[in-house]
């Protein structure tokens, strides 16, 4: 499975942007698909995810409200960022999960695309 993330950009604090990331391989509808985002000088940190079998989105709480993830039946996987903060910066990654295995956990995640650059600036 080869993911590609894309819709990173530059914007304005309370701007929008919307990722994309695309899947091509052999992939499962029941696979967890995930947002990832790192910050320079951090660790790489969980921001949302959507379940296979129920497709139940979770969100940290630092995007919650503002964030929306969503999937098509092509597994593509997309998230919808709202008013975005300088705080929001970071490389965002995306990730899939083999089928029952969900979570924040960096590591339930098999496969990861290579990152999409956003910059929120003040």
């Known amino acids: 499975v080869q993911l590609q993330a894309s819709g990173g950009g530059l914007v304005q604090a309370g701007g929008s942007l919307r990722l994309s990331c695309a899947a091509s391989?052999?992939?499962?509808?029941?696979?967890?698909l995930a947002w990832f985002r790192q910050a320079p000088g951090k660790e790489r940190e969980f921001v949302a995810r959507?379940?296979?079998?129920?497709?139940?989105a979770y969100y940290a709480d630092s995007v919650k409200g503002r964030f929306t993830v969503s999937r098509d039946v092509r597994n593509t996987l997309y998230l919808q960022m709202d008013s975005l903060k300088p705080e929001d910066t970071a490389l965002y990654y995306c990730?899939?999960?083999?089928?029952?295995?969900?979570?924040?956990?960096?590591?339930?995640?098999?496969?990861w695309g290579r990152g999409t650059l956003v910059t929120v600036s003040s």
């Open positions: 990730a899939f999960a083999y089928s029952g295995i969900t979570g924040a956990a960096v590591a339930n995640y098999a496969f």
């Open positions: 959507i379940n296979g079998r129920d497709r139940t």
């Open positions: 391989g052999r992939t499962s509808s029941s696979y967890t």
